[in-house]
């Protein structure tokens, strides 16, 4: 004897190997053996044997035209085993009452399901709905089979052009787009990103790298809303006339310098900061975008600013402005050395903003030392100057040894075409060098060391937290808590001097400002107190975004050190260039930051860090950002360079970029891994 019956919502047959008052044994075609309770078997049968019966059942069922049987049957609930006789005439067989079973129960927009083996019609105007449904279904079913035929031809369906670039990043993976898409590029063997730029779906990798950073970092997009402007204090104006030293593209003017010379021979320092803290208050309206974005985002040729163009311009420190300043004094003996430091908040006037592009190849090492040089603010510099090299030695002697100054700093320059100011595709980018160590760069890299340790040390000895860096035994981390930072070779060390540009440097001003203004007193009316959980999240957070802003500026520099080599050699230029040793096979271009690993370079004793060699580009590639070179030879034009171990675990220096990842059960091709080569 064999029975057909329901099982985990389908209907199946077998033979029946015992039975009890409840249940039956039942073994299926395939062996497996089942329990089924009695009420869900639908009839015994005889003949013909299971799988036989299920083979009938299935062919007969698809000739059941459902319209008819929908037009046949009244509008309330039926059992399918009293209809069978009507609808098949006479006695139907066992094949045939499972075959209305199957037609019914797989047709669930014309028969809502009741029961085992019962069901009732749908509402015409359900049943209208519902066709149209399914036409639409297997309309989309086959317009996704001509877009896949269409990718495999070489073109990019519309549809898929329309989805960019959140197919790519946030897609709807139930979407026909991205499944003709995803499989279309399975089938050729390519990525989907791949085939977005090579089929013209986005403009250009640039677009590619760009909008995977911005879908992940800035999914409401990179603007920013309107907010209320903020009111400035009225504060003691500063009888001074200060200057700032930026590079020419520099829009977040945040740091400025003053001199007073003294009859002494000595000299008033001060070290100027631009103060949004003294009117963003915290949880306000600004400072909530800030805390969001914790940094501003640096790229070649663009940035996405921490906080609204009208923030900073209502902060920054630019020239023929009086504006609201945190200042650092100390006094400058005629050695440089510096003594009787004070803090004050004030109103700074604002006399020039210098820039380093149109003084670099004017103050030199010589002009300050001499003190004879023709530029602006001349003799206030050959006094920084000299403070700067008074810091360096001091923190020479803490480190134990000096410190590393002949490695290249790279400026990038982009320039877009008038007619496409938005097409990386038709941009040019310039790569300008300097060492560091210019005297310019010296000056504001040890003020700035000079001001963030000074400023740490003190909200330390007062007992109140910030946000401060510390590095122990080479590893760098971030703590409530000041502590030495070896690689600085300062005892204390955190951000203050950019509060217009990341978020640390605006909660440790604020701190630094509570410290001012209330003394001794100063831990009960801080923003963050010891211990405070709400710091601790700032920290992890801050870290966080920072580390992923670096990371894609230093992809996007990759981006553009690429599109740089394109330029100069279809201008001509031999793609045998000079480069330097970073470590072992790892190599940097002498005029670009680009990092590669280029087989063949000698490894060992007289041939290491800093060397100059000539490698030859093979290919390049600005998807994936992979470069393939070639080891050529010594020497070249380049010279040798101290190149640190920082440059070694430079984020992105020579691995792929990984693609985005697609569907596995789309069956993709593969995006390459990326095994990363560190966080800076």
Known sequence: MYAFFEEDGSYKAGRVLSSTDAALQIELPSGKRSKVKKTAVVFEFAKPEPQALMDQAAQEAEGIDLDFLYELLPQEEFGALDFAPEYFGGNPTSAQQAALVLRLHGAPHYFHRKGKARYKPAPPEILKAAKLAVEKKAAQEARRLEMVEEIKAGQMPPEVAAAMPGILFRPDKNGIAYKALSEGAAALGVHPARLAVERGALKSA?????????????????????????????????AVQ??????????????????????????????????????????????????????????????????????????????????PAVSLYFTAGPDGAATDFETRIEAVPVAANLRHNLLDELVTAESLDARSGSYPFAQELALLWRVAQWMSGERDRVRGKPEHNNRADFSFYVDWAADAPTDASKAT???????????????????????????????????????????????????????????????????FTSPLRRYSDLVNQRQLLALVEHGAVAALKAPFKPKDADLFAVISAFDAAYTSYAEFQSQMERFWCLRWAQQHIAAGDSRVVDAVVVKDDLVRLARAPLYLRVAGVPV?????????????????????????????????????????????????????????????????????????????
């Open 206 to 238: 640039f677009d590619l790298h760009m909008q995977r950073f911005l879908t992940a970092a800035f999914p409401k997009g990179p603007g920013h809303a309107p907010l209320p402007e903020p009111k400035l204090p009225s504060l003691p104006v500063a």
């Open 242 to 323: 200060s200057f700032s030293i930026d590079d020419i593209t520099t829009t977040e003017i945040d740091d400025a310098f003053s001199v007073q010379f003294n009859a002494d021979g000595t000299a008033r320092v001060g070290i100027h900061i631009a103060a949004p803290g003294v009117a963003i208050a915290p949880g306000d309206a600004i400072d909530s975008v800030g805390r969001a974005r914790m940094s501003t985002v640096y790229m070649p040729g663009d940035k996405i600013t921490m906080l609204p163009d009208a923030t900073v311009q209502a902060f920054t420190l630019e020239e023929g402005r009086t504006m």
């Open 429 to 495: 980018v310039r790569i300008e060098t300097r060492r560091r160590g210019a005297p310019l760069d010296k000056i504001v890299s040890e003020l700035m060391i000079l001001a963030n340790s000074t400023w740490a040390r003190q909200l330390h000895e007062a007992r109140l937290p910030g946000i401060f860096r510390g590095q122990v035994a080479g590893r760098v981390r971030m703590s409530t808590h000041a502590g030495p930072h070896e690689a600085m070779g300062v005892l204390h060390y955190g951000w």
């Open 604 to 680: 060992g004793e007289g041939f290491g860090r800093g060397r100059p060699v000539r490698i030859e580009l093979l290919s390049w590639d600005e998807i994936d950002l992979a470069v393939e070179a070639r080891y050529v030879g010594e020497g070249g034009s380049a010279q040798a360079e101290d190149v640190d171990e920082a440059e070694e675990d430079a984020p992105h220096a020579v691995d792929a970029v990984a693609l985005p990842e697609v569907d596995a059960d789309a069956n993709a091709a593969p995006a390459p891994a990326a095994s990363g080569a560190g966080a800076a």
